[in-house]
């Protein structure tokens, strides 16, 4: 079982910055790489970073690549995104989510969520 809780989010105006984090948790945590999806009203899951345990390699969608960046913190047991430049159409709730790295990719699938964190850009 593993456990994630995510936190960081909140009302920004376009062009600020924020960072989520994830704490992770849980005896078969280490097992599996890790990503933020969003979901906006009205619209299908998007995977918008993943990061694989193993080696720490990371993917990012072309919706945010170069704005958004995906890291962890072993030590804190923790998954960070890091958004910058953010734009209304970064509006959505934003989870964590565990599983492999190639599903975790297609956004269609996990092993694992937490609940979210709401990130709203508006002026």
């Known amino acids: 079982q593993v456990q994630l809780v995510e936190s960081g989010g909140g009302l920004v105006q376009p062009g600020d910055s924020l960072r989520l984090s994830c704490l992770v948790s849980g005896r078969t945590a280490s097992r599996y790489d890790m990503a933020w999806f969003r979901q906006a009203a009205g619209k299908e899951r998007e995977s918008v970073a993943v990061i694989r345990w193993r080696d720490g390699n990371t993917f990012h969608s072309d919706s945010v690549k170069g704005r958004f960046t995906i890291s962890r913190d072993n030590a804190k047991s923790t998954i960070y995104l890091q958004m910058d430049s953010l734009r209304p159409e970064d509006t959505a709730l934003y989870y964590c989510?565990?599983?492999?790295?190639?599903?975790?990719?297609?956004?269609?699938?996990?092993?694992?969520r937490g609940q979210g964190t709401q990130v709203t850009v508006s002026s």
């Open positions: 989510a565990a599983g492999s790295a190639q599903v975790l990719t297609t956004g269609r699938s996990y092993n694992y």
